[in-house]
C-alpha cells in the first residue's frame, strides 16, 4: 500500500471516530430514561454509585457492543507467540535493590529486563508466560505497588449473545453451549435503568456478554444458531477507544483488577477504596487526578481528556507500520496504552517527538494527525450534540 493509500485511509479512519470522543457531561448525572448499564451482580458500592459521564444510549447499545480498549491490547500482538504485557512498578525508590529482585533468576538466555519511566515508576518486560507469573509473585510478595494486564493465554474469548430472553438463566447459557464444546467462565445480561417517576426501574435487555475459556474452537461459537430453545445470534465485541480507568488507583490504562496501587477515591480524592468514602452528599467532590471539583470518573476531567487525545494520536502512527492493511479494528499494544500514564506525567509531544524525528514517514504522518486532532477538538468543542457518551457497562468488559 503506498503511503498516500495509507494517509487516506487513516484520514477516513479518523473521520469515523468522531462519535466516539469523550463527551461533556454535566457533573451530575443521575440515571435518567434510556441509559444502559450492565446488570452484573457483584458490583461494589462504587461501581453501582452513578458514574458520571460513563452512560450512553440505549439504542447505541443494542445496534452495537462495544468492549474496551484494554480488552483488545492483546489483539495487535496476536500474531505469532504473543509476548507477556508488561508490569509497570510505581515508586521504585531502590531500583538497584529491585532490580536485582527482578532479574536475578530470570531466564538467562532472555533475561527479564526493565525501562525506567517518569515519576521513579519502573516497567518490567519479561518473555514468557511463566517468568511473568514468577515476577507477579515476588512483586506481590515483596509488597511493590504496580499495575499489569491480563495475560494472553488467560484472556477470554469474550461475545456478545443478542436474542435471548433475559429471563434465561445463565446455568442454562452454560449448558447449552457445554453442549457443542464451548466453556463458560460467565455470562451476564445486559440492562439499563430508566427513570419512573421518583422509582427508577431496571429493564433488561435480549442481550447477554459471555466470556468463554480460551481454546483453540472458540471462533466455532459464532456459528451457533440456537441456544436454550431460542433462535440467536452470536457476535464479537466491538472494539471501544475509551480508555480505561482504574477503579482501585483511579489512574488510567488499566483496570482494578490488575492494580495494588495506593486505593483513591473516586469520590473525594482521598486514600481510600471509594467504598468506604464517607463524604457527605452535600459536599463537593475532589477529583484524586485534577484536584478539581468533580469525581475522577468524570469524562470532562482535563487529564482524561489529555489521555483520551494521546491514545488516539499515539495508536495511529504505530498502526501504520504494523497493521495498517490488516484488521481495521481500532486496537493498541500494550506498551502504546501503558504509556498514556507516562505521558500524562511526561509531556505527550516529547514522546511522540523522539519517534517522529527519526523517520521521515511517521514525521509526515504526524503532521496530518495533528492537524486531524486540531480538527477534531474543534468539533469537540461544538458541543455534546452529537457526543458518544460511553457507558458504565464498560466496568464488565474490562473485568473490573
Ligand atoms: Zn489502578
Ligand atoms: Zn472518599
Ligand atoms: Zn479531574
Redesign the pocket.
Known amino acids: 500500500m503506498s503511503l498516500q493509500q495509507q494517509l487516506s485511509k487513516l484520514k477516513s479512519r479518523e473521520s469515523g471516530t468522531r462519535n466516539t470522543k469523550p463527551a461533556h457531561p454535566p457533573k451530575k448525572v443521575k440515571p435518567s430514561s434510556g441509559q444502559v448499564e450492565n446488570a452484573a451482580s457483584g458490583a461494589s458500592a462504587a461501581q453501582a454509585s452513578p458514574q458520571p459521564g460513563t452512560k450512553r444510549h440505549i439504542s447505541e447499545v443494542l445496534s452495537s457492543s462495544d468492549t474496551s480498549l484494554e480488552d483488545n491490547l492483546t489483539e495487535v500482538e496476536s500474531v505469532g507467540k504473543s509476548k507477556p504485557p508488561p508490569i509497570t512498578v510505581h515508586r521504585v525508590t531502590d531500583f538497584l535493590k529491585f532490580s536485582t529482585l527482578v532479574t536475578k533468576d530470570s531466564p538467562k538466555d532472555n533475561p527479564t529486563t526493565t525501562k525506567t519511566l517518569a515519576n521513579s515508576n519502573v516497567k518490567v518486560l519479561t518473555h514468557s508466560d511463566d517468568e511473568y507469573r514468577r515476577v507477579i509473585k515476588l512483586l506481590q510478595d515483596s509488597k511493590y505497588e504496580y499495575h499489569h494486564f491480563q495475560l494472553k493465554s488467560e484472556k477470554p474469548f469474550r461475545i456478545v449473545i443478542r436474542g435471548l430472553n433475559p429471563a434465561t438463566p445463565a446455568t442454562e447459557i452454560k449448558e447449552g453451549l457445554e453442549k457443542v464444546g464451548h466453556t463458560v467462565r460467565s455470562a451476564n445480561n445486559i440492562s439499563f435503568k430508566k427513570k419512573d417517576g421518583e422509582s427508577v426501574k431496571t429493564i433488561k435487555l435480549p442481550l447477554f456478554f459471555v466470556d468463554l475459556e480460551p481454546r483453540p474452537n472458540n471462533k466455532e461459537v459464532m456459528e451457533v444458531r440456537y441456544l436454550a430453545y431460542q433462535r440467536i445470534s452470536v457476535e464479537s465485541p466491538k472494539p471501544c477507544k475509551d480508555v480505561p480507568q482504574c477503579k482501585r488507583c483511579q489512574l488510567f490504562g488499566h483496570t482494578k483488577n490488575y492494580c495494588t496501587l495506593s486505593p483513591k477515591?473516586v469520590?473525594?480524592?482521598?486514600s481510600?477504596l471509594?467504598a468506604?468514602?464517607?463524604?457527605a452528599p452535600n459536599i463537593e467532590p475532589t477529583c484524586a487526578n485534577c484536584s478539581e471539583a468533580h469525581p475522577a470518573s468524570w469524562r470532562g476531567c482535563h487529564k482524561y481528556k489529555e489521555i483520551y487525545k494521546s491514545s488516539r494520536i499515539q495508536a495511529r502512527p504505530l498502526q501504520t507500520s504494523t497493521s495498517l492493511s490488516g484488521t481495521d479494528k481500532a486496537t493498541a499494544s500494550y506498551s502504546q496504552v501503558v504509556d498514556l500514564q507516562e505521558i500524562a506525567t511526561d509531556t505527550y509531544s516529547q514522546s511522540l517527538g523522539k519517534t517522529r524525528d527519526s523517520d521521515p514517514v511517521l514525521k509526515q504522518i504526524f503532521n496530518l494527525l495533528s492537524n486531524l486532532s486540531k480538527r477534531l477538538d474543534q468539533l469537540e468543542n461544538n458541543g455534546p450534540g452529537n457526543a458518544l457518551v460511553k457507558t458504565n457497562y464498560r466496568k464488565f468488559k474490562n473485568g473490573g
Open positions: 477515591c469520590k473525594c480524592g482521598s481510600h471509594t468506604e468514602c464517607t463524604k
